[in-house]
T-cell receptor, first 113, second 114 residues
Framework: AQSVTQLDSHVSVSEGTPVLLRCNYS??????LFWYVQHPNKGLQLLLK??????LVKGINGFEAEFKKSETSFHLTKPSAHMSDAAEYFC???????????FGAGTRLFVKA | DTAVSQTPKYLVTQMGNDKSIKCEQN?????MYWYKQDSKKFLKIMFS???????INETVPNRFSPKSPDKAHLNLHINSLELGDSAVYFC?????????????FGPGTRLTVT
């Protein structure tokens, strides 16, 4: 069965320090992988996506993620956190056909001044 | 311009009522979706629809039905509302139905059933 596991429900960092949000997936097929961000009381915004091209994907706002097939991981990183990065982050797997869209449980990122 | 819009933003209603949530996208996308986000922020896909095909998540009660008057709109009708229907509902769209295409989400509709 296909699944997405976000390994941390909460991550807290200080402003200016690196961010690492972890995501592991399980899929019988080659998936497309996405990271979305949701600010409080807002809709979801796409940060980046992987669709079988380059394994290191750069997204908006300085975020990037690396697809590692051997580890079935797609961790999200940012070199230096900003206060405005505080939000909920979702790792998403989309499987062939597109309807099979599976969201991770989310990781809440806190950024301390 | 808002790419994916939903109305209303908030909806408070009583058990047993029937309600609708409207969704419009101005991106020219072929495929639209409805998602439910529960109180623990967990998101689950409910429907996927393009002009040829409606795909329904088998776990969604048949009290929920999507209706698409045209390619730019996908409304969600809910009959006989129950307490457990309280959630935030998101509409989304994507250029095509394939897995490689990202989805663009609306701002959400917070439904509260009392």
């Amino acid at each position: 069965a296909q699944s997405v596991t976000q390994l941390d429900s909460h991550v807290s960092v200080s402003e200016g320090t690196p961010v690492l949000l972890r995501c592991n997936y399980s899929s019988s097929y080659s998936p497309s992988l996405f990271w979305y961000v949701q600010h409080p009381n807002k809709g979801l915004q796409l940060l980046l996506k992987y669709t079988s091209a380059a394994t290191l994907v750069k997204g908006i706002n300085g975020f990037e993620a690396e697809f590692k097939k051997s580890e079935t991981s797609f961790h999200l990183t940012k070199p230096s956190a900003h206060m405005s990065d505080a939000a909920e982050y979702f790792c998403v797997v989309r499987l062939k056909g597109g309807f099979k869209t599976i969201f991770g449980a989310g990781t809440r990122l806190f950024v301390k001044a | 311009d808002t790419a994916v819009s939903q109305t209303p933003k908030y909806l408070v209603t009583q058990m047993g009522n029937d309600k609708s949530i409207k969704c419009e996208q101005n991106l020219g996308h072929d495929t639209m979706y409805w998602y439910k986000q529960d109180s623990k922020k967990f998101l689950k896909i409910m429907f996927s629809y393009n002009n040829k095909e409606l795909i329904i998540n088998e776990t969604v009660p048949n009290r929920f039905s999507p209706k698409s008057p045209d390619k730019a709109h996908l409304n969600l009708h809910i009959n006989s509302l129950e307490l457990g229907d309280s959630a935030v509902y998101f509409c989304a769209s994507s250029p095509l139905q394939g897995a490689a295409y990202e989805q663009y989400f609306g701002p959400g509709t917070r439904l509260t059933v009392t």
